[in-house]
């Protein structure tokens, strides 16, 4: 009830027009985001939002939703916008946002533990346990098995790390970034998997703005251009991420 009335008095609070007002979602957890009673603590989405904001000559507050708020926020234009979205993910409300050029890419993989036979193919994921997070699509991996996997849930990506750490399952889908951040936390998991991922998808990740947003698609656009060139995302991510794995795209 209380964290109902907050987000209430937040809608009805007029926007300042020298704030960026940007999305944090509250579930989100490191490498994208550290948010601790309602303040975002570290993460990368942090840092790119100050970076966008500072370009902007704006100041930044955050707004820290569940993600079922998102649409409604921007819609009513009570916040700027967000980062780390795609039009794909928000198929029936995506003619409602505003979306930018592309941010960066992450990739949606498989990854496996050492020792065993590295995967070629996704058809030798036929009958396999694959580590999975509970509630999430796998459209496109299925669609390249050929048939439904053979889901082992987790509650959330890391906990689907740790079974395969904890040798409960063999094969695990999970994304570039948070697999790249879970080995970069201890070194001794480096000899545990295989630094490999098995492309799925490359996953486009933009930034998406409120129309009725205090700064224009254009503006914002050009800032992420001028992060790009002057190499400021790239060592965001570096940050956080630590060495490249190898990636492969499988065979047909």
């Known amino acids: 009830m209380i964290k109902f009335l907050i987000l209430f008095v937040l809608c009805l609070q007029p926007l300042n027009a020298n704030e ?27 840092e790119v939002a100050e970076a966008i904001s500072k370009d902007l000559n704006k100041k930044l507050v955050f707004v820290v939703l569940p993600r079922g708020r998102v649409i409604q926020f921007l819609e009513e ?12 993910w928000f198929k029936k ?36 346990p694959v580590g999975t997070v509970l509630n999430y699509s ?36 999970t994304d570039e970034f948070s697999f790249r951040y879970f080995l970069n936390q201890k070194s001794e998991r480096l000899k ?22 205090k700064v224009t698609l254009d503006e914002v656009n050009s800032a992420i251009a001028k992060l790009k060139k002057k190499g400021v995302i790239e060592e965001v991510l570096k940050k956080y991420l630590g060495t490249p794995i190898r990636l492969k795209n499988a065979k047909q």
């Open 20 to 46: 960026l007002n940007w999305i944090i979602g509250e579930s989100n957890s490191l490498p994208l985001a550290l948010v601790e009673k309602g303040i975002v603590k570290e993460g990368i989405l942090k």
């Open 77 to 88: 234009g009570s916040a700027d916008g967000l980062c780390y979205i795609r039009p794909e």
């Open 93 to 128: 409300d995506k003619d409602k946002l505003n979306w930018t050029d592309v941010l960066f890419i992450n990739r949606e993989i498989i990854v496996q533990r050492a020792g065993g036979k590295e995967i070629e193919s996704f058809k030798e994921l036929v009958g396999q």
């Open 138 to 173: 796998y459209e496109k991996l299925e669609s390249l098995v050929g048939e439904s996997i053979k889901r082992s849930n987790a509650p959330n990506m890391i906990s689907n790390l740790l079974k395969l750490e904890n040798e409960r399952t063999q094969y695990a889908i």
């Open 192 to 213: 545990i998997y295989h630094q490999l991922g098995l492309v799925v998808e490359e996953l486009e990740i933009r930034c998406a703005l409120s129309k009725k947003s």
